[in-house]
């Protein structure tokens, strides 16, 4: 099993541009998580879905963020228009069955400039 | 309001020595525990958990201790290696929500 896939590893971009982060879930996990990491506010869950139904998106900072799970093998963070201040490493997770353990992808770093 | 507290920001121990990284927490509906090993441009790995029916447990050089009286978690590492060197997270989660709560992180540093 490859794991969490995420794409791009590193994306840099233009303020106001749109941009998609990607997400291959391990197959059979049912729950996805996404993530963002900053040092200020460190590790902020965004959203969570189950089987490919967002459960709570209530940390997704604003209308700008949205987030699609079309099937259970692939998810999407888009950021539109990207701003300065979305700067971060945004990792995706899935959830084993037990205990509640993460299994986290590599991140995708963001700079938006 | 943060339900998970990891209070120390960084740790340097000696290699070989114990490393002891501490994690509080405030709701009392956590039943269960994990701590997370994060290398630099890397997603976090699970390292080990612990069910509040447990006061301890136990993995290879890695035990969590829980005192649910005091509302406080540890990782103990023994021996500590320089591959030990890493961010390490506390996280909880309550009853059937998936969903974890994360402390801040503390950034542990194993001097040769």
């Known amino acids: 099993d490859a794991g969490v896939i995420q794409s791009p590893r590193h994306e840099v971009t233009e303020m106001g541009q749109e941009v998609t982060l990607r997400c291959k879930p391990i197959?059979?996990?049912?729950?996805l998580f996404w993530y963002r990491q900053t040092m200020m506010r460190g590790l902020e869950l965004l959203i969570y879905f189950n089987n490919n139904v967002p459960i709570d998106d209530s940390g997704m900072p604003e209308d700008r963020f949205s987030a699609k799970m079309p099937n259970a093998s692939f998810s999407t963070l888009k950021i539109q228009p990207s701003e300065p201040r979305d700067s971060a490493v945004y990792f995706c997770?899935?959830?084993?069955?037990?205990?509640?353990?993460?299994?986290f992808g590599p991140g995708t770093r963001l700079t938006v400039l | 309001d943060q339900q998970v507290k990891q209070n120390s920001p960084s740790l340097s121990v000696q290699e070989g020595r114990i490393s002891i990284l501490n994690c509080d927490y405030t709701n009392s509906m956590f039943d269960y525990f994990l701590w997370y090993k994060k290398y630099p441009a890397e997603g976090p790995t699970f390292l080990i958990s612990i069910s509040s029916i447990k006061d301890k447990n136990e993995d290879g050089r890695f035990t969590v201790f829980l005192n649910k009286s005091a509302k406080h978690l540890s990782l103990h590492i023994v021996p500590s290696q320089p591959g030990d060197s890493a961010v390490y997270f506390c996280?909880?989660?309550?009853?059937?929500?998936?969903?974890?709560?994360w402390g801040a992180g503390t950034k542990l540093i194993i001097k040769p």
């Open positions: 996280a909880a989660s309550a009853g059937s929500n998936y969903q974890l709560i």
């Open positions: 997770a899935t959830l084993s069955g037990t205990y509640n353990e993460q299994f």
């Open positions: 197959s059979g996990h049912n729950s």
